[in-house]
């Protein structure tokens, strides 16, 4: 019996863990709290836990020599630390994590090893890059070009369950979603490339409609240009990437940023304060009388606005105590955690949306890729089940030899693609592809 090791038990790791264990691999699941990795095994013969301690290198080391294959789970930054183990014991290892340029200075030393580093092999990244090479080899086949290419991906709540006025509820860490919002964005439009600094990111967006999904508003997601070469796009004179979120996110986070609530700076003067104090700091108004009208003054809105409204609604102007945190960041993400999670009986949604602009000798296609999924009753989450079960597919056919490919790699060939895309339509996760003809 192979063995697998997982390590990291958080909101993603049940579908990844339970798929492994039914095909009759032995799974050993490590983590910081060993009783959630106790959870997942639990009513398993072929399953153990073990308490993690990540940073303690003698540990991973004996856990990972004891595995054929590795699956990083914990937050990215020791995803390199886990690949030179890996490659020092000749591991094989899977991520869902985006490759980091340190990452990629493994290549040489895993193909040396003779192991494959898969990475971003989740969601996004992960089934929106198989789902996209899937279309853009079909049209190369064609005898066509990719002349323009854009892709959305967002988590939000289920229709039924959108109940509060952000319209989104997390379903994993706030403070992931804040500091994502820093980013900085670039991408390719009708042969330009147009850079967005981090701190006008929710100043450009598109309101626009997805079937079956509804209006959406979508802005850009990080660097798109490097999809040019992994995507084979030399023809595309567009290539954009971007995140969706319900209407009126865009507006309110631009604000909340323009406040100062994405700070991560330690701040030794809030201790003991309320976050209406806190909020009072922000705006340089010490002890403001009413709170809502200056916050309103200094963001430039009415008093009465839906921002403010949405603030208050928050708690940003309450007299609740601050969190044991020393950063203004950690503290806004202590609200959005209290006040916008998915509840326990809550479904999520996802939303995966290419569009493709295929050019013919004899004609012009517009091609749309849809994947929508929704939180199963009294199971999983769909952000689970859309993370983490490509990335256990494709562990399984590393186990079974059924991938002959070695160094640090993405899940762009179609020997990887195609058999991880059939298997997850097999588990209802399938897209739904339009062609709408441009023009002949």
């Known amino acids: ?104 200075d493994l290549d040489a030393e895993a193909k040396k090893a003779g192991i494959l580093i898969l990475n971003e092999i989740g969601l996004d990244p992960g089934i929106d890059h198989m789902s996209a090479m899937k279309i853009i080899d079909d049209i190369k086949e064609k005898g066509g070009k990719v002349t323009s290419f854009r892709s959305y991906c967002g988590g939000l709540p289920d229709k039924k369950y959108d109940d509060n006025p952000f319209g989104y509820k997390f379903s994993w860490s706030p403070r992931g979603v804040v500091m994502a919002g820093r980013n900085n964005g670039q991408f ?64 309110t986070m631009k604000k909340a940023q323009e406040l100062g609530l994405f700070d991560d700076a330690e701040r030794e003067d809030l201790k003991g304060l309320t976050y209406k104090e806190m909020t009072s700091k922000l705006i340089d108004v010490p002890d403001s009388y009413d709170i809502e009208e200056d916050v309103a003054y200094y963001l430039n809105l009415e008093k009465h606005s839906t921002v403010i409204k949405k603030f208050q609604w928050l708690g940003l102007f309450s007299d609740d105590l601050l969190p044991d945190e020393n950063n203004i960041m950690d503290m806004f993400s202590a609200l959005l955690q209290k006040k916008l999670s998915l509840g326990e009986n809550d479904l999520d949604l996802i939303v995966l949306y290419h569009s493709f602009i295929a050019t013919y000798p004899d004609k012009q296609e517009l091609i749309t890729s849809t994947l929508i999924d929704s939180g199963i009753p009294n199971g999983d989450s769909a952000m689970s089940r859309t993370v983490s079960l490509p990335a256990a597919i494709a562990a399984k056919m590393i186990l079974d030899e059924k991938i002959d490919i070695t160094g640090v790699n993405i899940p762009v060939m179609p020997e990887v693609y195609k058999p991880v895309l059939k298997e997850l339509e097999s588990m209802n996760l399938k897209f739904i592809d339009r062609v709408k003809l441009i023009s002949e």
């Open 188 to 251: 390719l439009e009708d042969g330009k490339v147009v850079y967005i600094p981090g701190r006008d990111l929710f100043k450009h967006y598109d309101v626009f409609d997805i079937e079956g999904a509804g209006t959406l508003e979508g802005y850009t997601n990080r660097n798109a240009l490097p999809y040019k070469e992994l995507y084979g796009l030399k023809d595309a004179s567009t290539i954009f990437r971007g995140t969706l979120r319900n209407v009126g996110w865009c507006y």
């Open 1 to 104: 019996m192979k063995k697998v090791l997982v390590l990291g038990a958080g909101l993603v790791s049940k579908p990844l863990v339970h798929y492994l264990l039914n095909k009759d691999f032995a799974v050993k699941v490590a983590s910081r709290t060993v009783s959630k990795a106790e959870v997942l095994v639990e009513g398993f013969a072929n399953g153990s836990a073990e308490a993690l301690n990540v940073n303690n290198d003698t540990q991973l080391e004996n856990l990972i020599s004891e595995c054929d294959l590795a699956i990083s789970l914990v937050p990215y930054t020791y995803h390199v630390k886990i690949a030179k183990i890996c490659i020092k014991l000749k591991k094989q290892m899977v991520t869902t994590s985006y490759v980091s340029p340190a990452m990629n």
